[in-house]
């Protein structure tokens, strides 16, 4: 049976908010930036990085289904995931909740200040939740869990460092209808140039090879 088929009327806009808290929690807007340019205070929500994130989630990752890996859509058990553990570390600890925004009621993981939102990422990660709690297919499966709080770190970095940003009005399209619309933000901010034909770097030392009497020796 296919774990993520069914989805309530309001999933995309609770996929969105929980992946934006995300993306906001671990590379934030960043003000104080300001004196180096306007691009530096963006953090991953201003270059849509959440939207990423979903789109991989839905579009890229296998799961085995039966016998066979599948593409399974993530997006919306993900977020389930995160809003389990925000309520379950709510239950348990004395976490801080953000002030309200008044968007998407219902999401846990949101309403929780950004560091309590990586409270959450690391009790999910250390497996300090009721796994019997979470939502399929992630439950009573810790490696799943492992595996999807530890690919999520990794892709909101690669989402804000990658050229992601700069496909704009096409990044929501299939990987081969991207169209790059500009220089991505993320590789100003870490001051990398951009795609060259070659970097200056070591590659080795010249050797000199003499070969005789069927051997050879490294001058």
């Not at 180096?36 to 991953?44: L, R, S």
């Not at 579009?59 to 085995?64: D, E, N, R, V």
């Not at 993981?109 to 939502?135: C, H, I, K, N």
């Not at 439950?139 to 940003?165: H, Q, T």
């Amino acid at each position: 049976m296919n774990p993520a088929v069914s989805f309530p009327a309001n999933a995309y806009s609770y996929t969105i908010a929980t992946f934006r808290a995300l993306a906001e929690a671990i590379v934030p807007f960043t003000p104080s930036m300001a004196e180096y340019g306007a691009e530096q205070t963006a953090g991953a929500v201003q270059l849509h990085v959440h939207e990423y994130i979903i789109w991989e989630l839905d579009h890229s990752l296998t799961l085995a289904v039966g016998f066979y890996p599948e593409v399974v859509p993530l997006a919306y058990s993900t977020a389930a995931l995160l809003n389990s553990g925000a309520s379950q570390m709510v239950a348990s600890v004395n976490a801080q909740f953000a002030p309200s925004n008044g968007t998407v009621p219902h999401v846990p993981f949101a309403a929780l200040s950004p560091a309590d939102r990586v409270r959450t990422l690391s009790r999910l990660e250390r497996l300090e939740v009721d796994l019997r709690a979470l939502p399929p297919p992630f439950r009573n499966d810790g490696g799943l869990v492992k595996f999807i709080v530890d690919y999520l770190n990794r892709a909101v970095m690669f989402g804000n460092y990658s050229e992601w940003p700069a496909y704009g009005t096409t990044r929501l399209e299939t990987p081969t209808r991207r169209r790059l619309e500009g220089f991505p933000v993320g590789w100003k901010q870490a001051g990398y140039p951009g795609v060259s034909l070659g970097y200056r770097a070591l590659r080795g030392y010249p050797l000199t090879i003499i070969r005789e009497d069927g051997g050879y020796t490294i001058v």
